[in-house]
T-cell receptor, first 112, second 115 residues
Framework: GNSVTQMEGPVTLSEEAFLTINCTYT??????LFWYVQYPGEGLQLLLK?????DKGSNKGFEATYRKETTSFHLEKGSVQVSDSAVYFC???????????FGQGTTLQVKP | DVKVTQSSRYLVKRTGEKVFLECVQD?????MFWYRQDPGLGLRLIYF???????EKGDIPEGYSVSREKKERFSLILESASTNQTSMYLC??????????????FGPGTRLTVL
């Protein structure tokens, strides 16, 4: 079946540190991959996405590369800010269904 | 600007009550979804709808039903609320696009507590 596994949190970093949040997936076919972010008290919003192998999605200094050989879509940012503190969800869309399958979410806390 | 709204941010109900959660989107989207979010479990799909009056079960439909009488509105119904339905409920919508590249837009969520 289809599933997404994220590294467990919380992840605590100092401002300007390098961020990696690991995400691996299991899927049949060729899914699209997404990262969503949920700021405190808000709903989810799309951060970035990639639709095929070797694509790199990027937004607001975050990036992730679709790696088919390792079935991974790790989120990275070179220098985090306090305002990046949020919960990050990795997700996949398993074909032409419009549905999303989410990982369990990783809480990021950035300290000044 | 894209907008998905949910009828309440916080709701407290008693065991056995019938509960209605409303979601409205203003983007003329065909697809609408209801999820529940629990710590450590991520988001789990309850029901979804691809068109007016159409509905399909997600991964955890037990204890829930839905209604889609108008394109912009998707209601989640708890027929007889139980304490294990205490959770954050998130509504989302997406437009009919090509393949699997549709972005889902989320509402702010309703935190439901069942006593």
């Amino acid at each position: 079946g289809n599933s997404v596994t994220q590294m467990e949190g919380p992840v605590t970093l100092s401002e300007e540190a390098f961020l990696t949040i690991n995400c691996t997936y299991t899927a049949t076919g060729y899914p699209s991959l997404f990262w969503y972010v949920q700021y405190p008290g808000e709903g989810l919003q799309l951060l970035l996405k990639a639709t095929k192998a070797d694509d790199k999605g990027s937004n607001k200094g975050f990036e992730a590369t679709y790696r088919k050989e390792t079935t991974s879509f790790h989120l990275e940012k070179g220098s985090v800010q306090v305002s990046d503190s949020a919960v990050y969800f990795c997700a996949l869309s398993p074909g032409n269904t419009g549905k999303l399958i989410f990982g369990q979410g990783t809480t990021l806390q950035v300290k000044p | 600007d894209v907008k998905v709204t949910q009828s309440s941010r916080y709701l407290v109900k008693r065991t056995g009550e019938k509960v209605f959660l409303e979601c409205v989107q203003d983007m003329d989207h065909e697809n609408m979804f209801w999820y529940r979010q629990d710590p450590g479990l991520g988001l789990r799909l309850i029901y979804f709808s691809y068109d007016v009056k159409m509905k399909e079960k997600g991964d955890i439909p037990e204890g829930y039903s839905v209604s889609r009488e108008k394109k912009e509105r998707f209601s989640l119904i708890l027929e007889s609320a139980s304490t294990n339905q205490t959770s954050m409920y998130l509504c989302a919508s997406s437009g009919l696009g090509t393949g699997n590249t549709d972005t889902q837009y989320f509402g702010p969520g309703t935190r439901l507590t069942v006593l």
